[in-house]
């Protein structure tokens, strides 16, 4: 039963009445952080992994819950996954200076969370492509195209501003 409430991150996706997605976006700022903090790029990679895994199977289950196969405003374990997935060239360029654990510069986390939200909010192909994905797989695949087209956004943005181009 804990892997269905993880769709709803415990309870707080359905505890919040307006904008849930970017509630639990918001939520994986401080998880990210704190992988990162606690374990660099390797723990944060892992706990990403894990969110991906616990997410699809959470959401898979809280779906056949339900006897639903949309994607219901309560489910945000999709939003984590894609708000983490968004984050992760920050810990892995950290990671890759050498950069001291607890640094984590804020202009590339906000800038992960705008440009998550951007793209799973508009929806432009291909994420609402794999938003028609069936059940779970569509839930998760929409905001995990939507992480990854954030995260190539933040790693051209990190490429420009630190000359890289």
Do not use: C, N
Not at 67 to 93: H, K, N, R, T, Y
Not at 96 to 117: D, I, N, S, T
Request: hydrophobic fraction near 55%; proline fraction near 8%.
């Amino acid at each position: 039963m804990i892997t269905a409430r993880f769709a709803t991150l415990f309870g707080l996706g359905e505890a919040t009445p307006v904008a849930p997605g970017t509630v639990g976006s918001l939520v994986a700022l401080p998880v990210g952080f704190a992988l990162h903090w606690a374990g660099g790029f390797p723990l944060f990679a892992f706990g990403l992994i894990v969110s991906v895994a616990l997410g699809y199977t959470s959401i898979d289950r809280y779906l056949a819950l339900k006897g639903d196969d949309e994607d219901p405003g309560e489910v945000i374990a999709d939003e984590l996954s894609g708000q983490l997935l968004a984050m992760a060239p920050l810990s892995l360029g950290l990671f890759l200076a050498g950069a001291p654990a607890h640094v984590f510069p804020w202009p590339g986390w906000v800038g992960a969370f705008v440009m998550f939200r951007l793209f799973d909010i508009v929806k432009p192909p291909p994420v609402s492509t794999a938003e028609r994905l069936p059940g779970a797989l569509g839930v998760m695949a929409d905001d995990l195209v939507a992480g990854l087209l954030a995260a190539i956004v933040v790693t051209a943005s990190a490429a420009i501003a630190h000359g890289w181009f």
